[in-house]
């Protein structure tokens, strides 16, 4: 199965535009799959985007894309042709290796004031590398290692870094306040790695695609002109605009999933909120709102990401690979069980914390007093912005009267 091509987008996906067409001439005049080169380019567009700009709902458009193949067979050659094709993305940060999670939130920050103990913004926006995966999965590996789960709350542009008892070693960068677009290379039995054990609540934030093609032709095409950049010094935009019709079949997809009438399939999770990621991402290249063109285009990317995470798979099952039980699936579904309901414990535990410091108090306090009642351990897991949110959501705490950032418990 490995001497096989792993599924890909049709020719008419990329007939839908002249960019389109700019970037399936791209890849194969470098000899390398144009799905592994749009993949590069839409995390390259991601990069490009001011973080202010969101989503319905605040959504981020930060992205993750894993290119899959064995060594040699264009993964690096597809990031160079979409660095190549769209070469000005408005920030330094631009293919920089990815290491430690603590490394990834210092690159957005600079060093500490010395009374307020903030980090000031210095790079807004970052585009990360890992030509090998392997690599990633190593680091992840090491004891305390805050990579994967750095990653994760990076793709949904949440809260990164911590605070240190020394305040001229905080690197905490504010959820929003950044951008964050990854591109991962994987050998297909780093792959199946990615797909099972510790580290099975990742792949759902990931578009795969593969570096492979069938139809590359015997003479390369000569490479196209440059896409104009898509990045901007400032933007008066802070959300995207979306089409009527996509809000519908996106809330319409929720209700059904609400209401169990979709088969659940674990891994598939995140699976619309990358389908509208890409979406968006499509619509800012090609300088349009999110049109329902955009929402379908979207769809059959996200479907043939999933073809090549299905075939990987079926690959790690195959091969039997010691780190790949063959329930890989049922093992997934379990494992993501299990993490999800950890994180739910840690949340309601750092919500008991938040009413606590607040009831304490006696008074209106800030968001500052109410993170450091918080265990740090618990922060590595879940956003503590996003634990805020809940208590509010849930009314164990309001807003003081007349403020917009002091918080009070209310009473039982």
């Known amino acids: 199965m490995t001497d096989q091509h792993f599924p890909h987008l049709s020719r008419s996906f990329y007939e839908q535009s002249d960019i389109l067409q700019s970037i399936r001439t791209a890849g194969f005049s470098r000899i390398t799959s144009p799905d592994a080169v749009l993949a590069c380019l839409l995390c390259r567009v991601s990069a490009s985007i001011p973080p202010g700009v969101t989503l319905p709902n605040g959504g981020t458009l930060d992205f993750i894309a894993a290119l899959v193949g064995v060594s040699g067979s264009g993964k690096s050659v597809a990031f160079r042709a979409a660095k190549e094709l769209l070469p000005d993305i408005g920030t330094v940060v631009d293919g920089w290796g990815i290491g430690s999670g603590q490394g990834i939130a210092q690159t957005f920050v600079g060093k500490p004031d010395a009374e307020t103990g903030l980090c000031p913004i210095v790079q807004p926006c970052a585009l990360f590398v890992a030509d090998e995966g392997e690599q990633v999965l190593k680091v992840a590996k090491q004891e305390g290692s805050l990579t994967m789960s750095t990653i994760r709350t990076a793709w949904s542009g949440g809260a990164l870094g911590q605070t240190n008892a020394a305040t001229e070693r905080n690197r ?50 000569p490479f196209p002109k440059p896409l104009m950049a898509v990045w901007q010094p400032s933007t008066s935009v802070t959300e995207l605009t979306v089409d009527p019709e996509v809000t519908r079949q996106i809330t319409a997809l929720r209700t059904r999933r609400q209401r169990l009438e979709i088969p659940s399939d674990p891994l598939d999770s995140h699976r619309h909120l990358v389908q509208l990621k890409a979406a968006g991402l499509l619509s800012w290249l090609h300088n349009e709102d999110v049109t329902i063109q955009w929402w379908n285009a979207a769809a059959e990317l996200v479907e043939a990401s999933k073809q090549v995470r299905d075939r990987l798979c079926d690959m790690a099952i195959t091969a039997e690979q010691s780190v790949v039980a063959a329930d890989v699936q049922r093992s997934v579904a379990r494992t993501i069980g299990v993490d999800q309901e950890r994180e739910r414990a840690i949340k309601a535990s750092m919500i ?54 002091l918080y009070v418990a209310l009473p039982n």
């Open 172 to 221: 905490n960068v504010p959820a929003g306040s950044y951008r964050f677009a990854l591109t991962v290379g994987f050998q297909p039995i780093f792959a199946t790695q990615l797909l099972t054990g510790v580290y099975a609540g990742d792949p759902q934030r990931f578009l795969f695609v593969g570096v492979t093609h069938p139809d590359q032709p015997d003479q390369p095409p």
């Open 352 to 405: 008991r914390s938040i009413v606590n410091a607040a009831k304490n108090a006696g008074r209106p306090v800030n968001r500052s007093i109410l993170q450091q009642s918080t265990a740090s351990k618990h922060r590595d897991v879940v956003a503590f912005d996003d634990v805020l949110a809940e208590a509010l959501r849930q009314g164990v705490i309001v807003l003081a009267n007349g403020t917009t950032e």
